[in-house]
T-cell receptor, first 111, second 109 residues
Framework: EAGVAQSPRYKIIEKRQSVAFWCNPI?????LYWYQQILGQGPKLLIQ????????DSQLPKDRFSAERLKGVDSTLKIQPAKLEDSAVYLC?????????FGEGSWLTVV | RKEVEQDPGPFNVPEGATVAFNCTYS??????FFWYRQDCRKEPKLLMSVYSSGNEDGRFTAQLNRASQYISLLIRDSKLSDSATYLC??????????FGKGTTLSVSS
């Protein structure tokens, strides 16, 4: 079974530039999550989708971050403009029931 | 107070040692509890779920104390391959997982 796919794996951008990350969840998984993991910390939820609807985006910095899941399958997370503190791994995950599966993550460095 | 708190370590132990990790959570409405393992530069992966009755999977034993809002993970006979970060995770029904910062374990020969 194919896992959660993410791209790009690595991205280096300058501050104030924009970046977009793409995620394709495991087939049939209705719930999709974006987590941010800063070095030395645990993953922090940015946004949770159920099909194409947002369940929780309370911790998403909406002035610069946006996410969509238009057709209820794959999703895009965008940051514009990026700040130095956005340097982190952006983990996409999906679930069907209790078990959540993570992708390998997109590593972002803002310089 | 953070929702999930863990001792970050690092825990440095020799092969064969027994090591225990502790975790506390602040939300008494939390319903599901897990331990995830994260290797360096990899994504988190489910190690085991944690049940009130306690559960064991080989060398790993997890315990939950709802009254004290406390979760533990015991690793017996540590192997070099157990070196990783162990994340304590909780959630309520229908919500996303909430992760602790993780506890780093280094097992040496």
């Amino acid at each position: 079974e194919a896992g959660v796919a993410q791209s790009p794996r690595y991205k280096i951008i300058e501050k104030r530039q924009s970046v977009a990350f793409w995620c394709n969840p495991i087939s049939g998984h209705a719930t999709l999550y974006w987590y941010q993991q800063i070095l030395g910390q645990g993953p922090k939820l940015l946004i949770q989708f159920q099909n194409n609807g947002v369940v929780d985006d309370s911790q998403l910095p909406k002035d610069r971050f946006s996410a969509e899941r238009l057709k209820g399958v794959d999703s895009t997370l965008k940051i514009q403009p990026a700040k130095l503190e956005d340097s982190a791994v952006y983990l996409c995950a999906s679930s069907l029931g209790d078990t959540i599966y993570f992708g390998e993550g997109s590593w972002l460095t803002v310089v | 107070r953070k929702e999930v708190e863990q001792d970050p370590g690092p825990f440095n132990v020799p092969e064969g040692a027994t090591v225990a990790f502790n975790c506390t959570y602040s939300n008494s409405a939390s319903q599901s509890f897990f331990w995830y393992r994260q290797d360096c530069r990899k994504e988190p992966k489910l190690l085991m779920s944690v049940y009130s009755s306690g559960n064991e999977d080989g060398r790993f034993t997890a315990q939950l104390n709802r009254a004290s809002q406390y979760i533990s993970l015991l690793i017996r006979d540590s192997k070099l391959s157990d070196s990783a970060t162990y994340l304590c995770v909780v959630n309520q029904a229908g919500t996303a997982l909430i992760f602790g910062k993780g506890t780093t374990l280094s097992v040496s020969s």
